[in-house]
């Protein structure tokens, strides 16, 4: 009975998905056509996993765009509370860039909309051989810009620090396809050390980062 409830609920999830061009209810906007098939089951209540490769990521209305293998597309909806692991690392979901291909682990919110708490990089542009070219979009907003500040709290684990400028605090997130000289020198940054780094930003307060200026 449990297993025929579970199988219920996906396909209302996929049912819902396959909506093309009618608006959706909450902060994900158009579906845009396509249906997105869970491609299994991970356990009661989970709603299914999606596999598919980045469009692109709205952090202002918060949803992923993606399109599946059959070359259907979707929008799921992520929040802050969204992980997304590569290679054993987590990462923000700005991380994310258009070429990635992903494992979502997608349900429903409690206004039906499709939600995904887990992402994971099954391969990231870079492994498949194609060029890093980000995968965040804001309605063409979002220029590279050059910043410079003293460095505030830091973590290592989620590829995040406090960037500390005149203007005020803002975020700074790595994606997983830096250069392993900024990477290295993320590890090697300490609280009050000054820095200049390229980057754009993504949201309030939020920037996502380019490269590190030496």
Same mark, same amino acid.
């Given at each position: ?12 999830? @996929? ?13 994900? %906007? ?51 509370? &969204? ?6 690392? #987590? ?5 994310? #860039?258009?070429?990635?291909?992903? @494992?979502?682990?997608? !349900?429903?919110? !409690? ?29 063409? @907003? ?7 500040? &003293?460095? %505030? ?8 620090? #406090? ?32 820095? &200049? ?10 920037? #996502? ?6």
């Amino acid at each position: 009975m449990k297993a025929r409830i579970l199988g219920l609920r996906l396909a209302a999830l @996929a049912a819902m998905l396959s909506a093309t061009g009618c608006a959706q209810a909450g902060a994900i %906007g158009d579906i845009l056509g396509g249906v997105l098939a869970p491609q299994g089951q991970q356990g009661q209540g989970q709603g299914g996993q999606v596999v598919g490769e980045v469009i692109g990521v709205d952090t202002r209305q918060q949803y992923i765009q993606i399109r599946t293998q059959n070359g259907q597309t979707g929008n799921v909806r992520f929040d802050q509370n &969204t992980r997304v692991v590569y290679q054993q690392r #987590e990462y923000n979901v700005t991380a994310l #860039e258009r070429g990635d291909v992903i @494992a979502l682990q997608v !349900q429903q919110d !409690q206004r039906g909309n499709a939600y995904t708490n887990y992402i994971q990089v099954q391969q990231s542009v870079q492994d498949r051989g194609g060029t890093s070219q980000g995968g965040t979009y804001n309605g063409g @907003a979002g220029n590279v810009q050059r910043f410079s500040g &003293t460095v %505030g709290n830091i973590d290592t684990q989620r590829g995040t620090f #406090e960037l500390r400028t005149q203007n005020g605090a803002a975020l700074v997130a790595l994606p997983y396809g830096v250069s392993a000289q900024d990477s290295q020198r993320f590890r090697s940054l300490r609280n009050g050390q000054n820095v &200049t780094l390229d980057g754009r930003f993504v949201a309030q307060g939020r920037i #996502e980062f380019q490269r590190f200026i030496y």
